[in-house]
């Protein structure tokens, strides 16, 4: 009488889980994005001050460094991009991961301010471009349709990042001190790296499954078949010359000012507080694991309800909960932390999943080389705003938290001008729009242009098959 009706089944387009063989990529990205965190963002709510005491000098002196190895990581993203395309995201991002973690060594080894700008120079541009180009790369071409809830997936590493890095390298610190204290996390981002370079795939063809692990109807008849272009038609002077570019961009990059800005001085703030430095750390561990399942949130909504209705949201609730913070009053501030541990992989979820909404998978390898140098350049400028507000301020991190308002805010202007699907292939296919799909393919798909090289670029290439 009351028999279970049997679920349709839809060739697994809507299953959130069921990703087969690409949970390897995943997982793999998660934990590029846990070593990114800690050696760029919130880990040096314990590296700074501790290397500051070695070299005598203030903490602010290095976090202006730490902005300059962003801006000089932007050369650094342009070239990585262009080589990402010609090896592909598996053996780069192994490359990178390799470099990044002799590079900490020698931050954390560091005899002078110099030698710490340059080894975070390679630092910032290897593990960067490891999780956000690499990463990026794997995710749009493995998950195109589903990159919300994945990326919900891989940023929950900025998560399990703000959680335990700082922690473990605080008691690593105590026990060995820094300079033999980073051994064991140098050595485990270079096994990383290693295990990618052997198991990690371009392509989840190269595992005999489809994008998004869809079925064979499903893929043959949502998604765009044309993929003999690599580049997807596109060069560096069209993008350059696209409004989408510029939005999608300046937009993700924004937000990574708001967050990492506010997490990689998180520690120091609630000391501010009046919370003593473990308690400071405690709080710090409990937000980032709450902002796991804030992650998978924000990714679900992603999906549900698109990129850019996600992002205003984001946006609004980041600002409100700045607002909260500033006042130092305890209640607001208890609810401040709540609300800015629900957004702490948010902003990351969105530097991969807004590009390849507005510019789907075709080509994206191109576009991301592209889209991500310039996103870095604005994410760097965070150190920068946190360093000029102390030195103006005498050391008050909470005058940044309204510099960071009033970037959200404006942010939030900016994305609601964004065309979200405007050159998303995939989209376009799956919603029948077939006039608007061969403008573009008219657009961007001539003859003379597909397989040469962009003026002042390296030539193109593939990933690796």
């Not at 910032?124 to 493995?142: D, F, H, K």
Request: charged share 15%.
């Amino acid at each position: 009488m009351f028999q279970k009706k049997a679920k349709a089944d839809d060739g697994n387009k809507s299953s959130v889980v069921n990703f087969g063989a690409g949970w390897f990529p995943i997982i793999y990205c998660l934990l590029m994005f846990w070593f990114y965190v800690g050696m760029c963002n919130d880990g040096s709510n314990v590296t700074v001050p501790a290397i500051a005491a070695n070299l005598r000098v203030e903490n602010s002196t290095l976090l202006t460094m730490n902005s300059i190895a962003g801006l000089v990581g932007v050369v650094f993203f342009i070239v990585m991009g262009q080589i990402n395309r010609k090896i592909g995201a598996r053996y780069l991002s192994g490359i990178l991961c390799v470099a990044a973690g002799v590079a900490y060594y020698g931050v954390c080894n560091a005899s002078s301010v110099g030698m710490y700008l340059v080894f975070m120079c390679i630092v910032t541009g290897s593990i960067m471009s490891a999780g956000y180009i690499c990463g990026g790369a794997l995710v749009a071409q493995w998950f195109p349709k589903k990159k919300g809830v994945v990326m919900g997936y891989t940023t929950m590493g900025h998560n399990l990042g703000s959680a335990f890095y700082c922690v473990i390298f605080s008691a690593l610190i105590s026990r060995f001190l820094i300079g033999k204290g980073v051994l064991p996390i140098s050595l485990a981002i270079i096994i990383l790296g290693i295990v990618g370079m052997l198991f990690i795939r371009d392509t989840p063809q190269e595992r005999h499954i489809n994008p998004d692990n869809v079925s064979d109807a499903v893929f043959k008849s949502e998604y765009d078949m044309d993929d003999e272009d690599e580049t997807g038609g596109w060069t560096v002077k069209k993008l350059l010359s696209k409004r989408e570019l510029w939005l999608a961009s300046i937009t993700t990059g924004l937000f990574q000012i708001c967050s990492v800005g506010v997490m990689s001085q998180l520690v120091l703030r609630n000391e501010e507080l009046g919370f003593s430095a473990q308690q400071a750390m405690s709080i710090m561990t409990v937000l980032a694991l709450i902002g796991v399942g804030g992650s998978f949130l924000i990714g679900v909504l992603d999906d549900k309800l698109g990129t850019k209705k996600t992002m205003i949201g984001f946006g609004i609730w980041y600002a409100a909960a700045l607002i909260l913070n500033f006042t130092n009053l305890m209640p607001c501030v208890y609810i401040s932390l709540f609300m800015i541990a629900i957004g702490i992989g948010g902003s990351a979820n969105f530097t991969t999943s807004l590009p390849t909404s507005v510019f789907g998978r075709q080509g994206f390898n191109k576009v991301n080389s592209v889209i991500f140098p310039i996103q870095g350049a604005v994410t760097a400028m965070q150190f920068l705003i946190n360093a000029m507000v102390q030195q103006a301020t005498g050391g008050q991190i909470r005058y940044a938290y309204l510099v960071f308002v009033v970037v959200a805010i404006a942010n939030v202007v900016l994305i609601s001008r964004i065309d979200e699907h405007r050159y998303n292939r995939d989209y376009l296919v799956q919603m029948g729009e077939t006039e608007k799909l061969k403008a573009l393919e008219a657009e961007l798909g001539g003859a003379d242009e597909k397989g040469t090289a962009d003026t002042g670029a390296v030539a193109d290439g593939g990933s690796a098959r």
